[in-house]
């Protein structure tokens, strides 16, 4: 029987790596000051979304440490159930506080809410709209709600006023989903003008701030701003700050809320504490941004919008190789290919951190424009 399932699984392995598309698991053990070990060797990463270097911060991790002492590994069951711990409910509070929302709600991944929040509020007779570059959790939960989606044109507003006068007038309700920063472009929505939109024609809006959160200004804010503790928060989970009455219906519906476990309240107490040091501290919150624009500016690239910067290679052999060509002298950054980023633009995409240091930046672009001198 299982004969042909491994055949099937062959086969489909054979596809990929004839693409250069398959994927591998390489063990990883990633150290303070954006170091990451691989195959017995020490790489510089500009590959992890720790934008703050949060994950090895000590205030960080003693808090987690404390917060698994006291509370034990796992939560123990839904967050419905008892899996409700004090870290949760205070890190909500926090998160509600620094978002200027009234209310909060932590799921077990930025993933997870993104799964739970489109289908609790909208279904079969509605609209979505979203942006063509929206995170694939995103694409998710809107088609598991059951509305109409409807794929705009990257940080375009024209298609989302077109989509929104030609349904708007037959659907009971319709929901905007993009990213304040793209998670591969690095680039950022244009909210304002979104918002004005959506207001003008009674649509909501969900921004997922993953990539955003601590490290851009944040300008407009959303009625529904989700995000996840896995980056600049250094720890791990997901969540949305909206409305009391929003979050209280999601905590009834979202069902990637209902139907899992409670976070552990060490990851929670770990992003507590760094969110803490993301508002105490803003000249570290403002680094990676600035360090961004050092890159871009030493190699004739447009100018950086976020900590995180895209540079085209086109084929994914090719941005494998110059991924390859970059480990060897020292650095880590993983090549992206599709379909997490559309056919022939895969590309090498760079992240930076406040952990990294003006020099290890430096020597980066001078690698690049050295192997890749197209790419300036
Ligand atoms: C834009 C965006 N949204 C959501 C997620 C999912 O968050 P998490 O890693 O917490 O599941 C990610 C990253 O993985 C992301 O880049």
């Given at each position: 029987m299982s004969e042909s399932l491994d055949a099937f699984a062959r086969h489909k392995l054979a596809g990929l790596e004839s693409a250069a598309l398959r994927r591998r698991l390489v063990p990883t053990a990633r150290g303070p000051a954006a170091a990451a070990e691989r195959g017995g060797r020490t790489l510089v990463s500009f590959s992890c979304n720790d934008y703050l270097g949060l994950s090895h911060d000590p205030r960080v991790i003693a808090a987690a440490a404390e917060a698994l002492a006291r509370y034990g590994a796992g939560s123990g069951a839904s967050r419905l159930v008892t899996g409700n711990g004090p870290p949760l409910v205070a890190l909500e509070e926090r998160l509600a506080r620094h978002k200027g929302k009234e209310a909060a709600l932590v799921f077990g991944s930025g993933y997870l809410a993104n799964l739970g929040i489109a289908p609790a509020l909208v279904g079969p007779g509605d609209l979505i709209l979203i942006d063509e570059l929206g995170h694939s959790c995103l694409f998710a939960g809107a088609r598991m709600s059951g509305a109409r989606v409807e794929v705009f044109s990257h940080n375009a507003v024209e298609p989302i006023r077109a989509g929104l006068r030609r349904h708007r007038g037959s659907v009971r309700r319709a929901l905007i989903l993009t990213e304040r920063v793209f998670s591969m472009d690095g680039d950022r929505a244009p909210l304002p003008e979104i918002l004005a939109l959506a207001e003008a024609f009674d649509a909501w809006t969900l921004v997922d701030d993953a990539h955003g959160l601590g490290v851009v200004e944040p300008g407009a804010r959303a009625p529904l701003e989700m995000g996840t503790l896995s980056k600049t928060l250094g720890s791990y989970g997901?969540?949305?700050?909206?409305?009391?009455?929003?979050?209280?219906?999601?905590?009834?519906?979202?069902?990637?809320?209902?139907?899992?476990?409670?976070?552990?309240?060490?990851?929670?107490?770990?992003?507590?504490?760094?969110?803490?040091?993301?508002?105490t501290e803003p000249e570290r919150a403002a680094r990676p941004l600035a360090l961004a624009r050092r890159f871009t500016a030493r190699l004739g690239l447009p100018e950086a919008q976020s900590p995180v910067v895209p540079v085209l290679v086109g084929a994914a052999e090719a941005a494998l190789a110059l991924s390859e060509a970059l480990e060897a002298r020292g650095f880590l950054v993983v090549a992206i290919r599709p379909p997490t980023v559309a056919p022939g633009t895969a590309r090498l995409r760079v992240a930076f951190s406040a952990a990294h240091s003006e020099a290890q930046v430096d020597a980066l672009a001078d690698a690049l424009a050295e192997l890749a001198p197209d790419k300036r």
């Open positions: 997901g969540y949305l700050c909206a409305s009391r009455p929003v979050i209280d219906l999601l905590t009834s519906r979202a069902r990637s809320l209902v139907y899992t476990t409670g976070l552990p309240p060490a990851s929670a107490a770990a992003a507590l504490a760094a969110l803490d040091i993301v508002e």
